[in-house]
């Protein structure tokens, strides 16, 4: 495999300000990781959850499905998660599979945070 076809190094980082910062590729070669880094934040996390995705380079399904398990995991908390700066390849999957309203990913507001539109 060459180095561009190589998945880039994923990871998710809790920032001081309590966002869970996620970069890299979300894909099924990356998702697994990425999970296994987030369970024990999601798990700590009080309040609001934040999810930026802004450094997210590349996604499919698989990144997809991992923000729905993230949404499913804080409504299991009784917890808002609000995704912030969602990349529109991320956007476009998830209008195609119907789940953007869930998301909070309103026409193209990638950082309406969970808000429905207007």
Known sequence: MRA???????????R???????????TFETVP???AESRPW????????TVDLAEVQRADSAGLALLIEWLR???AR????????VPEQLQSLARV????????????????GGASPP
């Not at 999601?42 to 959850?49: P, Q, V």
């Open 78 to 85: 009784g917890v808002p998660i609000a995704f912030v700066d």
């Open 33 to 35: 990781e990425i999970y």
């Open 16 to 26: 001081p300000d309590g966002v869970l910062a996620v970069a890299g590729d979300l």
């Open 4 to 14: 561009a076809d190589r998945p880039a190094r994923a990871r998710a980082q809790a």
């Open 42 to 49: 999601f798990e700590r996390a009080g309040g609001r959850i």
């Open 73 to 75: 995991r804080a409504r």
């Open 97 to 112: 599979h119907g789940v953007g309203g869930a998301l909070g990913l309103g026409n193209n507001d990638a950082a309406a």
